[in-house]
């Protein structure tokens, strides 16, 4: 498959860490099939789902889900500061991951959680992405081993204009 859809500078960021290669790929099918809905700057759970469908071809031992909040039975809960909020929110800024990579259920793992903003939203509620990243990496409970935040272009040509692994 031909990464002529990434610039090499996201391909390089990407590929630093274990899921980079899967990830590449399932960019590269969401920019080669369905940029439409970049180019038309659809909604990004839309953006969020076309991603997660293709990565989850890339990644077939995982389950690849969407806005997952369950920790076993129980709902997540992210406590980082101005962002905790109750875990059955879904009016304002949740705390609800874009996508998760993880094994489900009580024993489960948690692999990889990405945090999607389009290049037309609001750049201050960048930060707060990040910052759930953190949460997810780090809050006990929940460990994801990788975080990563992707930033799409939805305002010219489609593309992935930065792309960043959260520590």
């Known amino acids: 498959?031909?990464?002529?859809?990434?610039?090499?500078?996201?391909?390089?960021?990407?590929?630093?860490?274990?899921?980079?290669?899967?990830?590449v790929h399932a960019l590269n099918a969401l920019l080669l099939e369905d940029s439409y809905l970049l180019e038309v700057d659809a909604n990004e759970r839309s953006i969020t789902f076309r991603l997660a469908f293709h990565l989850q071809g890339f990644m077939p031992d995982w389950k690849v889900d969407?806005?997952?909040?369950?920790?076993?039975?129980?709902?997540?809960?992210?406590?980082?500061?101005?962002?905790?909020?109750?875990?059955?929110?879904?009016?304002?800024?949740?705390?609800?991951p874009d996508i998760v990579v993880h094994q489900r259920g009580p024993a489960g793992v948690n692999y990889l959680i990405i945090e999607c903003k389009k290049t037309t939203s609001r750049k201050t509620i960048f930060n707060r992405d990040i910052e759930k990243l953190v949460g997810y990496k780090h809050q006990q409970d929940l460990a994801?081993?990788?975080?990563?935040?992707?930033?799409?272009?939805?305002?010219?040509?489609?593309?992935?204009?930065?792309?960043r692994w959260v520590d």
Do not use: W
């Open 144 to 163: 994801y081993t990788h975080a990563l935040f992707l930033v799409l272009s939805t305002d010219g040509a489609p593309g992935v204009a930065a792309a």
């Open 66 to 96: 969407c806005e997952y909040n369950r920790l076993g039975s129980a709902p997540k809960e992210l406590d980082v500061g101005f962002l905790s909020v109750p875990p059955d929110d879904t009016d304002a800024i949740t705390v609800f």
């Open 1 to 23: 498959m031909s990464y002529l859809a990434l610039s090499e500078p996201v391909i390089r960021t990407l590929t630093q860490r274990e899921p980079g290669e899967a990830i």
